[in-house]
Every structure is written in C-alpha cells, then in structure tokens.
C-alpha cells in the first residue's frame, strides 16, 4: 500500500446539465451525482474503477458498477502482479465525459546483488521496468466508465539492453481548474551521486546504455470531451529533487494578467546524502504548458518532511481584498502539522516591491506586531501524517485528512489573513485515509443544487471503506457521518 496517494480534482456537475447521469425527467427522481473509487486490491491485484451513485439530499452512496468493469490496467490483469502497478490517482476531464487514471509502474525484479535486474529465462536478457501509464476512460450513461483506450506511457520504456533497475515512479496526478492541463509527477528510481546520478540527470532517458530514471514533472494538454493527452513542449521537466505532491492555482496580480503557477514540495535532494530536503519549488505554467521555475525557487521551509500542499485565492472575483495562500502539511518525529505561506500579489508591508510581486516571492505568514520583524505565524497541529487537503468553494474551509491518525481535520480560512481556526473536534475515518474529494453544493457554472448537499467523501486504504460527510455550507462543520464498504484497498477518488 502506498500512502503517495494524491487527491484528485472534485468537479459537480448538475443534473439538469448532464449528459450522462440518470433522467431527470421523472418528478420521483432523486438527483445524484457520481463517486469514483480506485481499487488496489489484495496485495496490488485489484485495480479497478468503482461508481457509486451519490444521493444530493443524503449523501448515500449505491454502487453502479461492478469492480471487474472498468480495469485500471488491461494488460494482463489476470496474471499477479499486476503489469502497471498500482493505481495512484483518478481524474475527470472537463466537462466530466471523460476520466484518466495514472498506473504508478513497476520496476524490475532486482537479482539477488541487489543492483542489477534479474535475467529472463527465455530471452537471455534483463528483465526491464514497466513505466508508469495514464489510460483514458469515457463515461457512460448510467456514471460507470468505459472499458480503458489506449494507454499513454509516462517515461519512455527503457531498451532490453539495460542491466540495472531504472524504474520510474509515478506518484500523483492533478489538474488545473481550467481542465487545460493534467500534471503528473514521478519520483523516478531516487539515485543518489554515488551511482553516476550527476552524470545522468537531468537529461532525456538513454536508448544506448544503463540509465538511472530521473524524477520529473509531465505536463500533458487536454481538451473537453477527448481522452487524447498531448505531452507539452519541455515535458518531460526533469528535477535534481524528489518531489513529494503538487498544487495549481491560477490568480490575477494587481496590474497584471492572469496567471497559473504550480506548487511542488520535495522531500529529499538527490544531489545531497540527507534524506529530509524541506523545500516547496514554484513553477509558472505558460499558455501552452511550459514550465519556468520562479526566480527564489526552490525555497526552504521549516516544514520538515513536506508531505502535501494546498494552494488557495481567497480573493473575490475581480477584487483584491483576499489573498493567495500555501499550505504545507509535513510530518515530524511525533506528530503533523500544517505551515501558512502567502504569494505576493500586491505590494504593501510584508511585499515591500514590485519585484517581489512579479517573481510571486512566498513569504510565511507573520503575526501583527508593532515593532517588525514580526514573528511568523507557528504552524497548526493537524494529526499525524496530514497527506490530503482540499479545500470547499467558497475558499473558507480547508479540510485535512491524517493517515495516521485515521482523522479529518477542518479548519477555517481567514481569507484576508491566510491563517487557520479549528472548527471543532477531528472528525474519525476508517483505517489510514489515503484520498479525498468534495462534491460541492453548486456545479462548475456556480448553479446551485436547489439546496442539495455539499459533501466529503474519504478512502480508507487499510479498511476498505469510505467515509462521508455533510459539511455544513454556512460554518463548514462536518456533519451526519456514513460509512460504506468498498473493495479491497481503495485508493485515488474523483467526483462529479
């Protein structure tokens, strides 16, 4: 079981808009919108896609499909281990017809020296690493997914002439709001200097000789109702640190245009014997999604172990009496915790020039004081190993699921301030909660559900079953507990 899990994209879709959920045309109709699970299985054999339809006034879930309809991986399937590894996120294109899930590979049986791949029987040759996929899915009427099409290879296959292990390693998947580009991150085979890493990264995958798999980003170009995914210009974007999670956001400065930038928090860098590398990397993502690290990039954090982030614009339509804030969730020797950070958008006292403005300088949040420097404000407990945030429309409540603690946590945003207020108690989950989404009250084109529910559902890997909550749209307090059993393991989720 692997804790990288990522959350995936939350996008609602009302009934009276779709094209694919159950009628609306009979007035005994209960509205529903649809859950997708991902199914590690026993021991990684699982790997599919489950639907469960979404009651808007409750918040049940009944299941649509059976696990065996929708295969994560169809090469193979039958035949354990499974040959795309296990199953790490799901995605939902825009518009919602359209779903892609990111297999994380799988690398070579090692022989028994430990550095070196294990020999094929039958060809004579080295056995080779199977690199991480995205197979794409259309939706059907009744919400379930489509048998998979063609499957897109993250890292180019490595040639049967390669002796050592040079497995990439997918780890998450996410898109940005627009739905303009799906954002994969994989942390490659994590070489160290010691085994010719300098010498080999960051460059384009060898077709000639041994290569050790770099960590990287991919940015892929998607469109509306299509499953083609176009590799961006510079895609592969390879990296000297192994990143841990990502987080988009697309904002207006004062005085400028519109831009989206991507977050990346690493965790350990390749170039140095430590493991802990402590660093949030911050990228703009052009108009054709080309990526450009900022000037200040990477920048340390006293976050130790960053193990998620959460970038949030509390800034209103068109005005600036918000924000843009970062949320880094680590996890130390004893417990979680999450660290506030701002973007500069505008020049005031804390971002004293334009320069800082345009470079998107990110600064911890200080406290008031009467005699700068202020101090910074400290970060909030939030359990143990606080892997998945995500955060509710209206960009006030940010919600936190701990996997070790087997809690979600929820918290007010102050979204002229940044900083966070506990809304009450931690809300208990199943056994080690991997993923989350949020259905929210209102679609994508800001309709309203006619007062329908807003809300959160959990994976819970250890137990096999989901969590879900009613959040409450005025305070955000979760409330009216469910639980469902899932198969075996479930994992990456996706609303709509």
Known sequence: MSRKLGGAVALAVVCALSLFLLSCGSSSYRPAGVLYVLTQGEGGTGNFVSSFSIDLYSGTLSLINSVSDASTCPTLQNTPPVA????????????????????????????????????????GQPTVSVPPTIYPYTVNQDGSLSKPGTAVPLNNPINSQDTVDDAASAIFMGRDTAGQFLFVLDEGSS?????????????????TKNFTACPSISVFAMQAGSTTLTLANGS??????????????TFTPVGGSSEELLFVTNNHDLNQSEHYDNTVSIYQVSSSGVLTEQVGSPYLVAAVDPISVQAVNTNPMDEQTGGVFVYVGSQNDNAGQLYPFQICTVVNTTCLAQQDVTNNLMLPLVQPCSSPPCPN???TSAGSYPGQMVVDPTNNFLYVASALSSQVFAFHMNTSAGTLSPLSSPSPTGSDPVSMVLLPSVNSVGQNFNG?????????????????????????????????????????????
């Open 377 to 379: 404000v400290p970060p």
């Open 191 to 207: 070489p160290s200097p010691s085994n010719g890493f300098l010498q080999n990264c960051p460059a384009p995958a060898s077709t």
């Open 452 to 496: 329908y529910g807003q809300f959160l559902f959990v994976s819970n890997n250890g137990s096999s079953n989901i969590a879900g909550f009613t959040l409450n749209t005025t305070d955000g307090v979760m409330e009216n507990p469910i639980t469902v059993i899932a198969p075996a393991s479930p994992s990456g989720m996706a609303v709509q």
């Open 84 to 123: 795309c590894g296990i199953p790490v996120n799901i995605v939902m294109g825009s518009g919602g017809t359209t779903a892609f899930v990111l297999n994380q590979g799988v690398p070579c049986q090692p022989a028994p020296s430990g550095a070196t791949c294990v020999i094929d029987s039958q060809t």
């Open 236 to 249: 592969p974007f390879y990296l000297s640190k192994v990143p841990s999670a990502l987080s988009t956001i």
